[in-house]
């Protein structure tokens, strides 16, 4: 800028001219140079795969001859395969079982997360910092080591919790057995998100103005109803966006269900989506049928979390009018 | 306010105000709640700290240890290190070779990614051009697509290509980050001032330079937001590696661990080893990031900020 100091008067005239009639050819080519490397690999990594997986979905691979030695085509099937995944069991009940796992799992995830924000985020409340810190830890602890840590704690043998409840009137029991292997990922789901969702709540908490609820208090209301009347719906936003983040997440659900899969004979193969489409890739070779999972699991999630942000701002919406 | 003010005629009108709590039983009904908060937290607290401590615990026992003492405290030996040995020259010091991997991957990934994220976003923040408001709803709508549908469409691409089972096939897709560039729309729409770039430019500054020189400086706090974010989706990110990797040298610390948890059968020590190798790739990373903490919440408020 101290160039700028020694210009003098004569200079800065056509200097003006030239920055200007340079503007109109910046104007594309200076924001297409600061996007063209990002968007080339956006466009790589991720719309062709799309292009491809919508594309190699429509065909099938087909063994002439006799088995073995045959050699394999492809040929054109179209929706064949959306047909053949939406009528298969494995298929829906692995759905349908992400769906029921949402269901349970994200409102008592948010809850929690919910809950933990207001208090930390109440004044009366002590060692807030560290409250903080200790809840938000688990997020950067891999849903695979996460699931392995969480594995050993269900184990009977190796796990104290198991161990503990054995000596109490709870007794036995069997956290990857049938009724509870569902509810054990469940757990540990929660146990990996609560504290970056409470982070993404308590920010927000943080964000809004202090003097709002002094008012409110000196109308006479108390803690409780300026939590509950003031500061939930004024960071309802942040509620919406960890709740599209969670329908995401649980519909892409993988680690968790495939390490512990050596531990429980309850989860299949086919326990998530996820996980059928890349047993159906990478064990049963069908990679046609399993990008017809996958286009199918991304469409579903976006209907999802796009039917969950017009409902919650539809709702929004309600309650101001 | 200061102590001094205390004693002070403001100060006992301070006193009464407080007095004047809302409800008659106040105090005691706030004293309980307080209490009851409290307790709630601990709770919680115990839930998210628990785990952690058993692999604390569990990293200074033997395999036999591990199956025979109460897991939530210390056994009769301490093997730590002879764990932590097990751990570092077990099948040739490979795990050595995952921690190089994962700083490569999640490490160079990210740098790379939120230089990338932060070109774009101050591109899309900053200039005016047509079709900018489509270019970024479609970046946008790559947040909602899962990492996992696209992993598998892109191994099979990557395999024509001779390109899967190649440190490319992990680093690459790693770089994209489109939540990155959104929080680099925010940042450089709220904190780049216009006035300063228009200035650089009648200083004959050119646009690069601009971006370099000034626009990266204005935003090095948002980048280390950024950074942390990208960083940790691709330590955590387990598909992609899973799905394009089958040589156990190109392995992250995760795919390499998840490799060990499915060998018990055949080397029972692989339980301490597994146990002591969370623990070496777990603790240093939380120690890290919680010391980063402030960066971590601001980037949360802006990703909440718009949505």
């Known amino acids: ?321 | 306010m200061s102590a001094t003010t205390l004693g002070s005629p403001r100060g006992s009108e301070r006193r009464r105000a407080r007095n004047r709590s809302p409800e008659p039983g106040g105090a005691s009904r706030v004293q309980a709640s307080q209490v009851l908060a409290m307790a709630f937290l601990f709770v919680m607290g115990l839930y998210f700290l628990l785990p952690v401590w058993w692999l604390v615990v569990s990293s200074t026992k033997t395999t036999g240890g591990l199956f025979s003492s109460f897991g939530f405290w210390f056994g009769h030996s301490f093997a730590l290190f002879t764990n932590v040995r097990g751990v570092f020259t077990f099948e040739g010091s490979i795990f050595i070779q995952w921690i190089l991997n994962t700083i490569l991957y999640a490490g160079v990934g990210a740098v790379v990614g939120t230089l990338l994220s932060a070109s774009a976003g101050f591109a899309l923040a900053k200039y005016r051009f047509a079709g900018r408001e489509l270019v970024f709803s479609v970046i946008l709508g790559g947040v909602l697509i899962p990492g996992t549908a696209l992993a598998l469409p892109l191994y099979l691409l990557m395999s024509k290509f001779g390109l899967t089972n190649t440190i490319w096939s992990v680093l690459l897709p790693s770089m994209v980050s489109p939540f990155g560039v959104y929080l680099a729309r925010v940042y450089a729409g709220s904190s780049v001032p216009e006035e300063l770039l228009e200035a650089a430019r009648v200083d004959g500054a050119g646009e690069v330079r601009i971006f370099r020189t000034i626009v990266l400086r204005i935003l090095s706090p948002a980048l280390v937001t950024i950074f942390l974010f990208q960083f940790v989706a691709i330590w955590t990110n387990f598909f992609l590696p899973l799905v394009m990797l089958s040589s156990t040298r190109l392995y992250p610390i995760t795919l390499g661990l998840y490799t060990w948890n499915t060998q018990y059968g055949q080397t029972p020590n692989l339980y301490a080893y597994v146990v002591t190798g969370a623990m070496i790739s777990v603790i240093p990373l939380i120690v890290a990031f919680l010391s980063l903490q402030r960066f971590w919440r601001s980037g949360l408020t802006a990703g909440s900020v718009k949505l």
């Not at chain 1, 966006?241 to 495939?258: A, D, H, N, Y």
């Not at chain 1, 059928?276 to 399993?290: S, V």
């Open chain 1, 1 to 321: 800028m101290s160039t700028a100091a020694v210009v003098t008067t004569e200079e800065v005239a056509p200097q003006r001219a030239r920055v200007r009639r340079g503007r109109s050819s910046r104007k594309i080519a200076a924001p297409l140079l600061f996007l063209t490397p990002f968007l080339l690999l956006f466009a790589v990594f991720i719309l062709i795969p799309i292009g491809y997986s919508i594309y190699i979905s429509l065909f099938s691979v087909s063994t002439s001859g006799l088995g073995l030695s045959g050699a394999t085509s492809q040929h054109f099937v179209g929706l064949h395969n959306y047909g053949t995944a939406l009528t298969d069991p494995a298929f829906t009940s692995g759905v349908l079982r992400m769906l029921l796992f949402g269901v349970v799992q994200i409102p008592v995830m948010l809850g929690l997360a919910l809950t933990c924000a207001l208090l930390l985020d109440w004044g009366r409340v002590k060692l807030r910092r560290f409250f903080r810190l200790a809840f938000f830890l688990p997020y950067g602890i891999p849903g695979v080591l996460a699931a392995i840590l969480w594995g050993f704690l269900y184990v009977p043998g190796i796990s104290p919790i198991v161990s503990i409840l054995g000596h109490t009137p709870v007794g036995h029991v069997d956290f990857l057995g049938q009724n509870l292997a569902l509810w054990s990922i469940a757990n540990i789901v929660t146990w990996e998100y609560t504290g970056y969702n409470m982070l993404i709540i308590f920010a927000a908490l943080q964000a809004l103005p202090r003097d709002l609820f002094e008012a409110a208090r000196l109308d006479g209301a108390t803690d409780w109803k300026v939590a509950t009347r003031v500061k939930i719906p004024l960071v309802f936003p942040a509620l919406v966006l960890t709740g599209v983040f969670s329908i995401i997440g649980t519909l892409q659900l993988f680690s968790e269900p495939e390490v512990m899969r050596t531990l429980s004979g309850t989860i299949t193969s086919t326990y998530t989506p996820n996980l059928m489409a890349y047993t159906q890739a990478f064990t049963f070779n069908n990679p046609n049928y399993a990008a017809a999972i996958a286009v199918l699991l991304a469409v579903g999630t976006f209907i999802l979390s796009f039917g969950f942000l017009k409902f919650t701002q539809r709702r929004a919406a309600a309650a101001v009018a």
